[in-house]
């Protein structure tokens, strides 16, 4: 069966610091992957999305980053954390067949800056 | 570009009330999905409807696609409180270019 991990779980960070999380998939070949953040009690936005090795599409402009270096490796990085990057911070991956297959989401990861 | 939109933000029923929750996307959809988020959790996957006029039941839950494919719904008969949570649309706009989720509808449920 197919796992997703994502660490770590919580993450605080001062302002300015560098970030990396780390997402993994196993029990699957060629996922889609997304990274998405939500903020309080708000909904999900879709920060990047890979449908192969080193290939990443981003939605909104920002601070962050990401890469993929294997097929189940997805990374989130920032070289100076905002404020603003305080969130809850979710991987996911998807059948990369069809896009309408559904996401499978990791457990999170819960950033603070400060 | 393509918004999808959710109410209401929030309900709070009394277990055993029926509850819905309505999904409209700007842009036709290929496909919708139904997502749901326990306080502290991640979404978990549902759903996902394709078919114009599309119904789906499962247990106490029933999923509808619009005919049109722009609008969506989820009714829960008899609400438990193991229905407490976010429950969040999501789909593919026509050409399966960008992937949006709504902002969700936050259920509470009183025992």
């Known amino acids: 069966s197919q796992t997703i991990h994502q660490w770590p779980a919580t993450l605080v960070q001062p302002v300015g610091s560098p970030l990396s999380l780390e997402c993994t998939v196993e029990?699957?070949?060629?996922?889609?992957l997304y990274w998405y953040r939500q903020a309080a009690g708000r909904g999900l936005q879709l920060l990047f999305y890979?449908?192969?090795?080193?290939?990443i599409s981003s939605e909104v402009p920002q601070n962050l980053s990401a890469s993929r270096p294997q097929d189940r490796q997805f990374i989130l990085s920032s070289k100076k954390l905002l404020l603003s990057d305080s969130g809850f911070y979710l991987c996911?991956?998807?059948?990369?067949?069809?896009?309408?297959?559904?996401?499978?989401f990791g457990p999170g990861t819960r950033l603070t800056v400060l | 570009g393509q918004q999808v939109m959710q109410i209401p933000q929030y309900q709070h029923v009394q277990e055993g009330e029926d509850f819905t929750t309505y999904c409209n996307s700007s842009?036709?959809?290929?496909?919708i999905q139904w997502y749901k988020q326990r306080p502290g959790g991640h979404p978990v996957f549902l759903i996902q409807?394709?078919?114009?006029?599309e119904v789906k039941k499962q247990k106490r839950l029933t999923f509808q696609f619009g005919e049109a494919k722009k609008n969506s719904s989820l009714h829960i008969t008899a609400t438990q409180t193991t229905d407490v949570g976010t429950y969040f649309c999501?789909?593919?706009?026509?050409?399966?270019?960008?992937?949006?989720f709504g902002p969700g509808t936050r259920l509470s449920v009183l025992p």
């Open positions: 890979s449908v192969g090795i080193g290939q």
């Open positions: 029990g699957t070949s060629n996922p889609n």
């Open positions: 842009t036709t959809l290929s496909n």
């Open positions: 999501a789909g593919w706009n026509y050409y399966g270019q960008n992937f949006v």
């Open positions: 409807l394709v078919k114009s006029g």
């Open positions: 996911a991956w998807s059948g990369g067949v069809y896009e309408g297959n559904e996401q499978f």
